[in-house]
């Protein structure tokens, strides 16, 4: 059997990085982990700031995206590492979300999302469903 999430308000809906599953990492409190991913796209600048205090997921996704901003120059070669390391810290210091990862055995997990075939299964299931697979890498982790 597959698991697949994308809303927050459904079954599974704690897998969405937009899940407010906060953990604080470095001395930072991230509301999160799509704050934490998006704000790492401009570390060291004031934008990384400005993310982490927006009030919403969303926000922080469209100011994330937001391509007139100074994207560090090796965001492709870290992205995965940052995502996991996001992902770690959301599921160990959250015990409740934790225990629902961990349930889930050995299950695929998959975003079914119809837009983003990088993190997600995109609209025909050919996606890569990077998300997924670090969930199931950090699942794994936590069971160890």
């Not at 308000?9 to 407010?20: A, T």
Request: aromatic share 12%; proline share 1%; with cysteine.
């Amino acid at each position: 059997m597959t698991i697949y999430f994308y809303k927050i308000n459904e079954e599974y809906g704690c897998f969405s990085n937009f899940s407010h599953h906060g953990f604080l990492i470095d001395g930072k409190w991230w509301m999160t982990s799509e704050h934490y991913f998006q704000a790492k796209k401009f570390e060291g600048t004031e934008y990384e700031e400005k993310i982490r205090l927006l009030d919403n997921p969303m926000k922080a996704a469209d100011m994330g995206r937001d391509h007139t901003l100074p994207l560090r120059k090796d965001w492709e070669n870290v992205k995965d590492d940052i995502m996991k390391k996001a992902v770690i810290e959301k599921f160990t210091q959250n015990q409740d979300i934790k225990k629902i990862l961990i349930q889930t055995g050995e299950q695929d997990i998959v975003e079914k999302t119809t837009t983003d075939y990088y993190w997600g299964c995109g609209a025909n299931g050919s996606g890569k469903n990077m998300l997924g697979l670090i969930l199931m890498e950090t699942r794994e982790k936590l069971t160890n």
